[in-house]
């Protein structure tokens, strides 16, 4: 996973705020092997409760390595956790990001580079504090470009870059 964020989340500039975090070891990557949405709520709750008690650690990485393999699946899991979010009382205090090894974006065709700027080599609920982004996006030029620039730096890579990447470093 750490391999997987060095080269295409930092490597290729898909979130640019990534490297500053990660340069000060600031992610926190937590492995959950289990496979139903009550342990991964669960563990969710457990991180949401340790970043409120260590504002040292700025993100945390929940990496499902055995469970929610199908993309549908998937987003159930991300539906019902945004709504504990919410239940819990930390809706605008944190956010998560979606990443999955099948991610498809809404409107973009199949087989486009596009989906691999949220593609990874296991299903991941990235939790991250509002204010973080907030303060990054009040300095960061552009910020409504990063969306598009992800979109033509794949483009520009290309499927058969991407595969191999992740088919790599799932076999580590």
């Given at each position: 996973?750490?391999?997987?964020?060095?080269?295409?989340?930092?490597?290729?500039?898909?979130?640019?705020?990534?490297?500053?975090v990660r340069d000060n070891k600031q992610i926190r990557f937590v492995e959950h092997q289990q496979q139903t949405i009550e342990s991964a709520m669960l563990v969710l709750q457990e991180e949401i409760q340790r970043l409120e008690a260590d504002n040292e650690t700025a993100t945390t990485l929940i990496v499902f390595s055995k469970g929610f393999v199908d993309f549908n699946d998937y987003l159930d899991l991300l539906d019902i956790a945004n709504e504990m979010l919410e239940q819990w009382g930390y809706w605008g205090k944190y956010q998560l990001a979606s990443f999955h090894p099948d991610y498809l974006f809404e409107g973009e065709a199949v087989g486009s580079?596009?989906?691999?700027?949220?593609?990874?080599?296991f299903p991941i609920l990235h939790l991250l504090r509002e204010r973080d982004i907030e303060t990054v996006l009040t300095n960061y030029p552009h910020p409504e470009k990063i969306y598009e620039n992800n979109k033509i730096r794949?483009?520009?890579?290309?499927?058969?870059?991407?595969k191999q990447k992740l088919a790599?470093?799932?076999?580590k």
């Open positions: 996973m750490k391999q997987w964020l060095d080269e295409i989340v930092i490597g290729q500039n898909f979130c640019p705020f990534a490297r500053f580079a596009s989906h691999y700027t949220n593609r990874a080599p794949s483009l520009e890579l290309g499927v058969n870059y991407f790599q470093y799932r076999h």
